[in-house]
């Protein structure tokens, strides 16, 4: 009796920007602009230098307020990503670069001629995240406003990146714009388009979500999915979830990268990884920003309180609108009695609770551990890969390129050389096939 070995998987990664949020350590000496080119341009040379599948940049269509006030981890600002991909691709050779655009405060032709064009000029490098958003605080930068309940934000999205697909597909094979038309339910649009079919086909498409609804909108229309779970059995349990319904959409399990965001603290020792791990948490969740997380749970003015001290003995305020412009975390009471039950058991002030429930790094460890835990749960389909979320802007992957990804080599989990030129071929994706269509009709 013959026994089939797998062959070994190989992990892909991607480096995430440093964003607006209380993970990225702004008070530390090395942190550096948000906003400066140079800051882009290093981290992804690094990212390349890493032999990375792409660099990945987050999006905020609003700065996010608290008690009225601008957040003040949003005051270094946000640029907007496509743009800045463009500059990098400029600078890169071969790293995918991957842009948020939102599907519900843009349209399909404009986000399909952007992508259409990042991808022509990186030769065949671009990547689409697609959100949604029904918030109308956000909203009210726009014409709409937040006016999407989560059903229509989906069902929105489908249509829209659908559409976007028809667009790139529309010229024909020979290199000749046709006319393009589309009826239906969010979008009615008709022309033609300004761009041939761009190098890699269609520019690879991200989402980001672990709803019910975000799992299936994966599985029917993305190429990537950027998720969060933090325990090998989670990781387990969302892969083969999302693998499952890959099926129904006529797709297999290889047409569909599950990469969860990840975090990375090495040291020499175990020990010594703890104890930078501890420090990190400790910057990223200072006394005001310990207050600042609990305010947005509680929903009320918390200033009062000692960070150092109990949690409150009051009720959360449900539908608070003290915070604006922030996902929401999910039932207040719930949280606050889960919180608190956890405080009790361990003797946790405010900070310290805060600190335990909402910053955690993924993989602690000497470079050698983090690499065979990595490396586990990509054999053990925990997940596809990793996009990396570094605390420091910009040289926060430098070590893990300088000391993990040799001892990935060394495993065989990992490549020594980009064997392709476009973002499809080092995500190991097919490039998507054309529709059949008689010549001379609209879609």
């Not at 551990?369 to 430098?398: K, R």
Request: glycine share 8%; charged share 25%.
């Amino acid at each position: 009796m013959t026994s089939t070995v797998r062959p070994r998987k190989h992990v892909h990664l991607a480096a995430h920007f440093p964003g607006v949020n209380n993970t990225t350590v702004w008070t530390d000496p090395r942190s550096r602009s948000q906003i400066d080119f140079a800051s882009f341009e290093h981290l992804a040379r690094t990212a390349e230098r890493g032999l990375f599948d792409f660099f990945f940049l987050a999006e905020g269509l609003r700065l996010r307020e608290h008690k009225g006030r601008v957040h003040d981890l949003d005051v270094v600002g946000r640029p907007e990503s496509v743009t800045v991909l463009n500059a990098l691709a400029a600078v890169t050779e071969r790293l995918g670069l991957a842009a948020t655009v939102n599907a519900t405060f843009n349209e399909p032709y404009e986000t399909a001629r952007r992508f259409a064009t990042l991808d022509h000029l990186s030769g065949g490098r671009a990547a689409w995240n697609v959100v949604t958003s029904s918030d109308a605080f956000t909203g009210e930068n726009f014409r709409r406003g937040g006016f999407l309940d989560r059903a229509d934000r989906y069902t929105r999205a489908a249509e829209f990146v659908a559409t976007a697909r028809e667009l790139w597909d529309s010229w024909t094979p020979g290199g000749e714009p046709r006319p393009f038309a589309h009826t239906g339910r969010h979008f009615d649009i008709e022309g033609e388009f300004t761009l041939p079919r761009s190098p890699q086909g269609h520019p690879v498409v991200i989402q980001a979500g672990d709803s019910p609804e975000g799992r299936e909108f994966a599985a029917s229309a993305a190429d990537v999915i950027f998720t969060r779970h933090g325990t090998l059995e989670a990781g387990r349990a969302f892969y083969a979830d999302v693998k499952s319904r890959l099926a129904t959409y006529g797709r297999t399990a290889e047409d569909l990268k599950i990469m969860p965001g990840a975090t990375v603290v090495l040291g020499d020792t175990a020990a010594e990884a703890q104890e930078r791990a501890a420090g990190i948490r400790r910057q990223q969740v200072s006394p005001q920003n310990a207050l600042l997380t609990l305010e947005q749970i509680w929903g009320v003015d918390l200033c009062a309180y000692d960070p150092d001290g109990p949690l409150p003995d009051i009720d959360p305020v449900v539908d608070s609108e003290l915070s604006q412009g922030r996902t929401k975390r999910g039932d207040p009471r719930a949280i606050a009695a889960q919180w608190r039950a956890l405080s009790r058991a361990k003797g946790l002030s405010i900070r310290q609770t805060v600190i335990e429930t909402t910053t955690r790094q993924s993989f602690i460890g000497t470079p050698q551990a983090v690499a065979a835990e990595l490396d586990e749960f990509v054999q053990s389909d925990a997940a596809d890969g990793f996009i990396l979320v570094p605390h420091l802007t910009p040289g926060g992957l430098d070590e893990f390129v300088d000391q993990v990804v040799p001892l990935l080599q060394e495993r065989g989990a990992y490549r020594t050389e980009y064997t392709g030129t476009t973002l499809r071929s080092h995500l190991g994706l097919k490039e998507p096939v054309r529709p059949a269509r008689e010549e001379g009709l609209t879609a």
